[in-house]
């Protein structure tokens, strides 16, 4: 953003990239991190719903997030707690992230081709034939259990390294000033991937078409997915590196003398007294909220839809390639909701740009459910479209879906990360650990065990849909409560009283302190 602009210039400069051609230096290896880590992230959810959704159904979903994910985030949370009072900054993120980029090496080139011999079908078939109905999806986490741990690994890319190593990186080296600049456009850079990721899936999902009948389409797709993903996570080590020595050494850029000042330094706190400690703020318990009902109501229709998406491509090639287009129309939506978020953030403040992601989930969802439950009353008006009653759910399912992940990654996720900043160190680090890996795991492990205790008794995801239609809207309603006690806490953090201009002046200012 140029000092120097015509009024009509500067202000539609002002509104796509409010950036200062000195801040680039800082911004651009920013926007090239999270461009790497949504890339992974998107072939990663692409390619675990794949592997666990056409291998075993979704309800296999419900029971992993419950008993696979849940247990392992809060692992990861106490390692972290741990390894966070041992390490220093840099290389707690690189023993974060190298773990993840081992084990997808280990999946591709190790587990996978002996799935055979690693899992238990016989076991596995035995436990069925003595267990309920409803209980297929947790004995479907048993039998493919290779599957399992890397939808885990693949869940906790997301909460791990993209929620915690980078957003935590960010909050760090970024001033309040900045984020409301800077954050609308680090998810420009996360986006964009989407737009690279997505085709990458389409075009290896299609492989098969030009390989010999006898050789196995989908393990040569993952090899060329987990290699992308291995080679992008390395880049990622490689900018962070270079950031915190070429960066993090410039006072113009950051200053860890600006993040302390008018704060009072705190012994670091273990991780139970940390949890004690965080539980006693009500800014920290409304952010816990929000994130955990995010996290049901999108699980709450994900697995909805994820249901009508196996039914239409059973086929696991097919079922990779309508997600890596779906990632693309996602991405390319979201870059347009990134400006008008940023606009949205800058003029009408962060309740209201904080409030908007939970009303468009209740809309979308609405209509999402209600075209599900009622289709069967709808045949004569599909049929007349040229299409079929599984095809457009899943079509309404997609924008539904395209539409919460837009708002989400857009005004969701910067206004969620802004909250953040006026918080000392200690309430910053561990409280951002407890409410990203965990809080986020809990609020789709939420939904998950919410729908896994309905599919036991009723057998299947389709029966479960008015139920799962009704919870969605009383979450919502609280999350709406949370934003709205949230606004009032953060306003009072980060509004400075003006300075008084006369004697006057100050007598009223004291007396409306008072």
Known sequence: MSQQTTPAFGKLRSFFWPVYTYELKKLLPMLMMFFFINFNYTILRDTKDTLVVTASGPETILFLKTWGVAPCAVIFLLLYAKLSNMLSRENLFYAAIVPFLAFFALFVYVLYPNRDLLHPNETADYLQSILPLGLHGLVSVYRNWTYSVFYIFSELWGSAVLSLMFWGFANEITRVTESKRFYTLFGLGANV????????????????????ADVDAWQVTLNYLMTMVVIAGVAVIAIYWWMNRNILTDTRYYDPEEKKSGKKSKPKMGIFESFAYLAKSK??????????????????????????LKLQYPNPNDYSAFMGKFSFLTGATTIVMLFVGGYIIRKKGWGFSAMVTPAVLLITGALFFAFVIFRDNLGGYIAMMGTSPLMLAVIFGMLQNIMSKSTKYSLFDPTKEMSYIPLDQESKVKGKAAIDVVGARLGKSGGAFIQQGLVIFLGTVAAITPYIAVTMVVIIALWMYAVKSLNRQFLALTTEPKAPESKEATTAGATAAV
């Open 193 to 212: 991937a989407m737009l690279f990721s997505g085709p990458a899936i389409v075009y290896v999902s299609d492989i098969r078409k030009h390989l010999p």
């Open 283 to 308: 800014y920290i318990l409304s952010i816990a909220i929000i994130v955990i009902a995010y996290g049901i109501c999108i699980n709450l229709v994900e697995v909805t839809w994820k249901g009508q």
